[in-house]
């Protein structure tokens, strides 16, 4: 935290490290390409050939918004920072937000840079299998329950050293149509899909994957066709309890779900100013596909 006060003390500062992210230390007019650039006032520079005015924000997702670049980066360093995250709420106490609505606008921008564009598909053995997310209704139980958010979640199963990468997304219903396409989104054609006996899987193996359908019951009592899946999604479920109480709304439970993919896929990385470097570049639109 000290060293981040440091770097970052003012907006000029945090101005500075968007252009050496966003230009790779050397800028470039984006209309005519010319590298020769004046600073005419701050944070915006004038092209020697066409003359054009250039903002080191405009195009990226801090130029968009009146909030100082440095609360930007504030916040940025609040989310990497915690293991766990932090909610709007928190975040809002902690850098002294007065509006709690400028604290969760923050929060959303973020997360949605969190995916980044092109991102790869998982491969190898993948696990997949469908999970409800919301609270106990009556009605209709299983599959086809009311009431309820249906999301798909596949795992990359890597044997004795344990999970690879993970993909959540949320799908209508658990239609052969629709998990097909959600698989396709997640996972590289020509991998190995493995999942329970449900009838929609099946099919899949037509579009270039092997499936193995991996009983439902069998003699070891308690066994869990895809316990890869259920464990994840057991972690989901704990981690939106602890970070955000519970409280999520339907309308707003993809971003939830890819600030958790993040965190996950990057739970080994014992460097939290490269993930604050990530997120600051897909930010900017400065990450390669």
């Not at 690879?164 to 190995?192: N, Y």
């Not at 929609?200 to 994957?209: C, D, E, F, L, M």
């Not at 958790?260 to 570049?281: E, H, P």
Request: some cysteine; overall charge positive; proline content about 4%.
């Amino acid at each position: 935290m000290q060293d981040f006060i440091d770097q970052f003390s003012t907006d000029k500062a945090c101005r500075d490290y968007v252009a050496k992210v966003r230009w790779g230390g050397t800028p470039r007019c984006p209309h005519c390409a010319e590298s020769v650039l004046w600073a005419v006032r701050r944070g915006v520079f004038q092209c020697k050939k066409c003359r054009r005015d250039i903002s080191i924000t405009a195009g990226t997702v801090f130029g968009d918004s009146r909030i100082p670049l440095r609360l930007w980066f504030q916040a940025l360093w609040c989310v990497v920072s915690q293991k766990n995250g932090v909610s709007a709420l928190g975040l809002s106490r902690v850098l002294g937000i007065k509006g709690y609505e400028t604290a969760w606008y923050l929060l959303q921008r973020i997360r949605g840079a969190m995916v980044r564009p092109g991102r790869e598909r998982l491969s190898g053995l993948v696990e997949v299998d469908e999970v409800f997310f919301g609270g106990v209704k009556p009605g209709i139980r299983g599959r086809g329950a009311l009431g309820k958010v249906l999301i798909l979640v596949a795992v990359e199963d890597k044997g004795k050293t344990g999970f690879g990468r993970i993909r959540i997304t949320v799908i209508p219903d658990a239609s052969a149509t629709s998990l097909r396409h959600a698989i396709e989104s997640m996972v590289e054609p020509g991998s190995t899909i493995r999942t329970d006996e449900w009838k929609g899987y099946p099919s899949i193996a037509k579009h270039g994957y092997a499936h193995i359908a991996v009983k439902g019951h069998s003699s070891v009592p308690g066994e869990d066709p895809t316990p890869l899946v259920h464990r994840i999604a057991s972690l989901l479920k704990r981690w939106l309890l602890g970070t955000h109480h519970g409280r999520v709304e339907e309308t707003h439970l993809i971003s939830y779900l890819n600030e958790f993919v993040f965190r996950f896929n990057r739970r080994r990385s014992a460097s939290r100013g490269k993930l604050f470097f990530r997120l600051v570049q897909q930010m900017t639109g400065a990450a390669q596909a």
